[in-house]
């Protein structure tokens, strides 16, 4: 098989940087290109990709769809992993990859598992892009990665995990915490999707990757475990799930600018997905029809929960969005 020339959006990002790394290590199978915004062009990130000898396009993908189709010339695959809030930028994207004659497109989804309509705004945000795909009967493949391990994990007493949490403390259990949830360690979408788009079997298909499944309960118990450290627990109800959830919706409502507001909404849904409906299981995902990335992948054996906690105790876990103001 000839080599596959990637065009990547969101290199410098989290997701992204993961998507990055997992192609850049197998160059046997990868020519991969960087999509970066003319905003951006100049920053120290995006010399620093050119550094580890990746081409950087730029263009804006919300500018002329002409522009747009020139940008794309040449790409096999293309991928995006744009941030949250800008889901809706794709749609001009993936009209340009369909006239550029793109084989297959990754739109940015990378979340949990749920069902459209209503459930997780975030989702249908990712859904609306999905919808436009298959209007142009665009060549496509969908991969879903449950939650991350970097923001699944309790803080301590003691706060020798702090530096590795966005939020502290974190000793919420949602719903009872009994919800077993897919995780899958934030260094390993890069690989995952690595093997997702060499394949046949997932063109014009959803996929699902993860590690683990686990309750709050069970991840609780699990870094008590191995920390010796106990737990204070902060319980939160289904019921207040469902209201602070309507109240975060309402906000936003009188003021959809409201970025803080729109997080909070987020997450929300986040909590209410999860751990009231129970979606982000691989049985609810096979229902969907999602293909198991594990049953795909046997050989490939993804950073089990429990390997990411022995690292987190050891000092050498990694906070995301570093620079991102969560400190
Ligand atoms: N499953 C989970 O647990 C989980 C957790 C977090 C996020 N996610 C999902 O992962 C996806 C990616 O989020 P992230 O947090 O990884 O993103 P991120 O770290 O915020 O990075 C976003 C990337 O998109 C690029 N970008 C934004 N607008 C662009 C534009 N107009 N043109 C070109 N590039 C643009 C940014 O480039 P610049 O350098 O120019 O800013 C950056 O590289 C999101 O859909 C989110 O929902 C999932």
Redesign the pocket.
């Known amino acids: 098989m000839n080599k596959q020339r990637v065009l990547l959006?969101?290199?410098?990002?989290?997701?992204?940087?993961?998507i990055l790394a997992g192609l850049l290590d197998q160059p046997q199978y990868f020519d991969v290109e960087a999509?970066?915004?003319p905003?951006?062009a100049q920053?120290d990130?995006?010399k620093k990709l050119a550094e580890r000898g990746v081409k950087i396009r730029v263009?804006?993908?919300?500018g002329p769809t002409e522009e747009l189709v020139k940008s794309l010339v040449g790409v096999d695959v293309l991928i995006?992993?744009?941030?949250?809030l800008?889901?809706l930028?794709q749609i001009r994207l993936a009209t340009a990859a369909k006239e550029a004659g793109i084989k297959r497109f990754v739109p940015?989804?990378?979340?949990?598992v749920a069902p459209p309509g209503g459930v997780m705004a975030?989702r249908d945000s990712?859904e609306e892009v999905y919808q436009h795909i298959w209007k142009l009967f665009l060549p496509y493949t969908i991969i879903?990665?449950?939650?991350?391990h970097?923001?699944?994990f309790p803080t301590l007493p003691s706060g020798r995990v702090d530096y590795a949490a966005i939020t502290r403390p974190k000793v919420d259990i949602h719903a009872g915490g009994s919800a077993p949830t897919m995780l899958?360690d934030?260094r390993d979408?890069g690989p995952f999707v690595a093997h997702i788009i060499r394949d046949a079997r997932t063109l014009n298909k959803f996929v699902v990757t993860y590690s683990d499944v686990l309750s709050e309960n069970e991840i609780f118990s699990l870094m008590e475990e191995m920390s010796g450290e106990k737990i204070e627990r902060k319980y939160v109800s289904a019921e207040d799930i469902t209201a602070s959830r309507a109240r975060d919706a309402a906000t936003l409502k009188a003021d959809p600018t409201n970025v803080m507001a729109r997080f909070m909404s987020?997450s929300g849904d986040?909590n209410y997905s999860k751990y009231v409906r129970g979606d982000n299981t691989p049985a609810y995902a096979t229902y969907l029809g999602y293909l198991d990335a594990r049953e795909l992948y046997p050989d490939f054996q993804p950073r089990r929960f429990r390997e990411f906690i022995v690292e987190l105790l050891d000092g050498k876990g990694e906070k995301?969005?570093k620079n991102?103001g969560f400190d």
């Open positions: 959006l969101g290199a410098t990002g989290q997701t992204g940087g993961s999509l970066v915004r905003s951006s920053k990130n995006v263009t804006d993908i919300e995006s992993a744009i941030d949250a800008s889901q930028a940015c989804a990378f979340i949990t975030l990712k879903d990665v449950g939650f991350w970097q923001l699944s899958t934030l979408i987020f986040y995301p969005y991102k």
